[in-house]
């Protein structure tokens, strides 16, 4: 039952949704329906146990005192922070169980979970991805190098993309005559796009497409059970 | 010429810092031309008749914001301009507050746009691809409610909203999965709805081949480039523009690396012949 | 006071921001905390958002609502709940019949929108008569689309050796992958620049005033 009802449970939904694609009158395509709903509040939980699952993980570390454990105390408080100020007073939008943290809000300028997302997560969001521009530009001086027709290629291609991207490749060569406009570099970038970029992307597309249609079927059927874990 | 190839890289992180920093204090205004794909986009929305509805989905978060918000904004802008009434989804949960960043920003300059009757916020819900599919089914099923818990039957933005139907074009801004993708699989390719948007530069290379002669997506605005040339294009300047003499000289930057980086391998590489041939 | 947590709100916004960019002299305690914070308050985030526009409207208020009307809902709440026993070791198998269904669905809807939007529809546009179109560029473009898709798509047989013809096509298939490489090399870079100009325009321009709104 452990792993043969599941595997029953996965054919059977799989097969009524691309079933219900093909009669989508009752009652396939009414339990399509109400399976896609489900999925929405599954998921929910599976999120839920995501946050629980990271925090057991934390817990762990520091019960065991990990190499770092002290900071993964910070972990566990800013995440406590965040979810008793969402709970307690709510979001933007939503009440808490201590009302709507009018008091709060009017004294520091919003609610607490809007003010430490405002002015904490989302500069450290928008910071830790930001690094990657200092690294980017350290690996193209270490890395780019044309060494095969294949490496000239990709280097030619990016530094036609990039100039082209910006406003210095209209102005470089913006006096050209018209005559001469398709060797304008926001065209040039323009036309790699919309041509050989596609190219490539979309016969990658195509090779993945077909994988995960592999993937799928394999699923369904019962070939591929590596999501049901070991025994 | 030569530089040594153990240069320590924080002084290439220092230039970068600078090629960033100075254009943005001293701006030359370097021109901006519009591509194709962003012409796309602006006729959509110019094409759609006043008073229907369309749905913007901000499916980002912060990571992602210098790129997608100032192109959200300026799209968001253009419908308002259009008298265009506005459904927000978000399939990531930080685009509910993105979007409710962009509508507060635009409150002073159209006072007149009444929430729940020319835009009204859905919120966030999980599932991607799944719950999108669901949409198309029953939007109520999966929206029973605004982001502020006011019943959907009680909002007269969405009086006769029951399915795609009654969209004219969803509009996604997409950092990544789920995004764009899903919303052209599900919304044109099974509902036949246009499906437009923008995305980040990262994936932008993967997402174009959905712009084509069958229209999956009606054109598409890449990045910060993507941004600042609809910007451009519904007159209004913004934090895009402002950046895009940075963004040159930053490139520009780049390709000198690029263009030291292959000299000294080629130098490098000589002198090894010229020492094998000693 | 409103004011003052306003001014505050962006000195931490600063304070963080040069805690993460610390990193790029070497690794640090500042970094290290800042990193946490974020991962902390991500979790929370996500946390209260699942509750509040997930659980609450699709779950809880049907469900205290109108419970005879919706009284189905109860299996996805359990099967949830039963999703959460994961957590638990000893009867973490429970947890397969909520996956079995998650990964049924995905599957069946994977399995129809790839093949449409990604297989057939993909097809279908490189199926274009390349000779139409107006000018010698367009007609170049879409040479090279046609001939780069199909040789790409050879490239990713790997059932069949690369050798002769077959194996022509491939290695043209692969100069097609690297261009398409380069671009997003290309793209990629502008976007990784773009996110530094936004945390510039923040510092510079909400942080020190120095830049005009």
């Known amino acids: 039952m452990k792993r043969k009802l599941p595997l029953i449970i996965t054919f059977c939904v799989g097969i009524i949704i691309i079933i219900s694609e093909f009669i989508p009158h009752k009652p396939f395509g009414q339990i399509s329906g109400e399976l896609e709903i489900w999925f929405l509040i599954i998921s929910g939980f599976a999120i839920l146990l995501g946050q629980l699952s990271l925090l057991k993980v934390n817990f762990l570390k520091i019960k065991f005192k990990q190499k770092n454990w002290p900071f993964f105390v910070v972990t566990l408080v800013s995440f406590a922070i965040m979810v008793t100020v969402g709970i307690f007073w709510g979001t933007e939008s939503n009440h808490g169980i201590l009302g709507n943290g009018e008091g709060v809000a009017s004294l520091i300028g919003s609610k607490p979970f809007d003010y430490l997302f405002n002015n904490v997560y989302q500069h450290l969001s928008a910071t830790m991805f930001s690094l990657l521009a200092f690294f980017i530009a350290s690996a193209a001086y270490r890395a780019f190098i044309a060494r095969t027709v294949e490496s000239n290629l990709l280097l030619i291609a990016a530094v036609l993309v990039m100039l082209g991207n910006t406003s210095l490749g209209s102005f470089l060569t913006g006096w050209l005559p018209q005559s001469l406009s398709f060797l304008h570099l926001p065209n040039i970038a323009e036309f790699i796009m919309k041509y050989p970029n596609t190219a490539g992307q979309r016969a990658i597309m195509i090779g993945a497409g077909l994988g995960l249609i592999g993937s799928s079927l394999r699923i369904i059927l019962g070939i591929e059970r590596s999501y049901l874990g070991g025994e | ?278 | 006071m409103v004011h003052f947590f306003n001014i505050l709100g962006i000195w931490l916004g600063a304070l963080f921001t040069f805690a993460i960019f610390s990193f790029l002299y070497k690794d640090n305690p500042f970094y290290k905390i800042a990193e946490q914070i974020f991962v902390g308050l991500s979790a929370g985030y996500w946390f209260v958002y699942t509750i509040y526009f997930i659980l609450i409207p699709n779950l809880f208020t049907p469900l205290t609502s109108d419970f005879s009307a919706n009284w189905i809902k109860l299996i996805p709440a359990a099967l949830g709940v039963m999703m959460l026993l994961r957590l638990i070791p000893s009867i973490d198998w429970i947890s397969r019949f909520p996956v079995a269904l998650i990964i049924g669905t995905t599957s069946g809807i994977y399995f129809l929108r790839y093949l449409k939007s990604d297989v057939i529809n993909q097809l279908t546009a490189t199926m274009i008569n390349p000779f139409t179109g107006g000018n010698w560029v367009v007609v170049i473009g879409q040479l090279l689309l046609v001939v780069g898709t199909i040789t790409g798509v050879i490239y990713f047989y790997f059932s069949k050796k690369h050798e002769g013809a077959f194996g022509v096509s491939a290695k043209i298939g692969i100069y097609f992958l690297m261009v398409s490489f380069g671009a997003a090399f290309g793209y990629t870079a502008m976007a990784r620049i773009s996110l530094l100009i936004g945390r510039l325009q923040f510092l510079l321009g909400d942080w020190l005033g120095i830049l005009s709104p």
């Not at chain 2, 100075?22 to 929305?45: S, W």
């Not at chain 2, 999108?132 to 039957?153: H, L, W, Y």
């Not at chain 2, 437009?196 to 009606?218: C, R």
Request: proline share 6%; with cysteine; aromatic share 10%.
């Open chain 2, 1 to 278: 010429m030569a530089i040594n190839k153990n240069i320590d890289r924080r002084w290439i992180f220092l230039l970068i810092f600078f090629c960033v920093a100075l254009p943005l204090i001293f701006i030359v205004g370097l021109p901006i031309e519009t591509t194709e794909n962003a012409r796309l986009v602006h006729d959509l929305v110019q094409n759609t008749p006043s008073g229907s509805t369309v749905i913007i989905s901000f499916d980002y978060d912060p990571g992602s914001k210098p790129e997608l918000h100032p192109m959200a904004k300026a799209v968001v802008k253009n419908c308002f301009q259009r008298d265009i009434k506005i459904m927000v989804t978000a399939l990531w949960p930080m685009g509910v507050q993105m979007a409710a960043d962009i509508f507060s920003q635009l409150e002073p300059e159209f006072p007149d746009k009444a929430y729940g009757i020319d835009y009204v916020n859905m919120g966030y819900k999980a599932g991607g691809m799944v719950t999108i599919q669901a949409m198309g089914k029953n939007f109520r099923e999966v929206f029973p409610s605004d982001v502020n818990g006011t019943p959907i039957k009680e909002l007269p933005i969405l009086n006769g909203v029951e399915n795609y139907n009654n969209i004219s074009f969803v509009c996604s801004f997409s950092a990544g999965d789920p995004g764009i993708k899903q919303w052209v699989q599900i919304v044109h390719d099974t509902y036949g709805k246009p499906v437009t948007g923008g995305v980040t530069g990262v994936s932008a290379p993967g997402i174009l081949p959905y712009v084509n002669e069958q229209k999956q997506l009606n054109g598409l605005l890449a990045g910060l480039k993507g941004a600042a040339e609809y910007e451009f294009l519904v007159k209004s300047p913004g934090t895009a523009t402002a950046g895009m003499d940075a963004q040159s000289l930053a490139h520009l930057l780049i390709i000198i690396f690029i263009a030291i980086g292959n000299i000294n391998y080629w130098r490098n590489k000589k002198n090894a012949a010229n020492a094998g041939g000693e």
